[in-house]
């Protein structure tokens, strides 16, 4: 992970049980744009929370309020690399009528709840893809800090 930065001095830095809120652009490295809360509400992680990113918890601490950051995260880092093993054929006949290709599908495999997307039509079969969609994909975070808080304090 690559970290450039912007800051103004301020003592308070990100600690690894802080909350942090932030407004951040989630962009490809070819320049498309993923999420951006810019103008928009902005969104506070707790840097201990696994549901979030964990190269973007990473990335923030230490950080501090008003600074502004690049996060460059390769594929590994962000979404996965792409695997073509995590394809499934299934029969048409298995998939709801009218489905297209592109469109994305909750199944059942083996009892689990899977997100997968039609990534090719034939005749009598489906190809379904596991992979998250950005699978394969360099990122780009550009983050704001707006505010640290210790967690603690938070829920009290």
Do not use: C
């Not at 964990?54 to 962000?78: A, Y």
């Not at 709840?113 to 009598?124: A, C, H, I, S």
């Amino acid at each position: 992970m690559r970290v450039s930065t912007e800051t103004e001095s301020f003592l308070r830095t990100a600690g690894p049980t802080d909350r942090v809120t932030i407004h951040y652009a989630a962009e490809t490295r070819d320049g498309g744009v993923v999420e951006d809360t810019f103008g928009r509400r902005p969104l506070t992680i707790a840097l201990d929370d696994p549901r979030f990113l964990k190269s973007l918890r990473e990335g923030l601490l230490g950080s501090q309020v008003g600074q502004t950051k690049t996060l460059s995260l390769e594929p590994d880092q962000v979404f996965g690399v792409r695997d073509n093993r995590m394809q499934l054929r299934v029969p048409l006949t298995a998939l709801p009528g009218g489905i297209r290709e592109g469109e994305q599908l909750t199944v059942q495999v083996d009892g689990a709840e899977l997100d997968v997307w039609v990534v090719q039509l034939n005749t009598n079969e489906a190809v379904l893809d596991v992979n998250h969609p950005l699978a394969g994909e360099a990122m780009q975070y550009r983050v704001e800090v707006l505010a640290i808080e210790n967690a603690h304090d938070a829920v009290n």
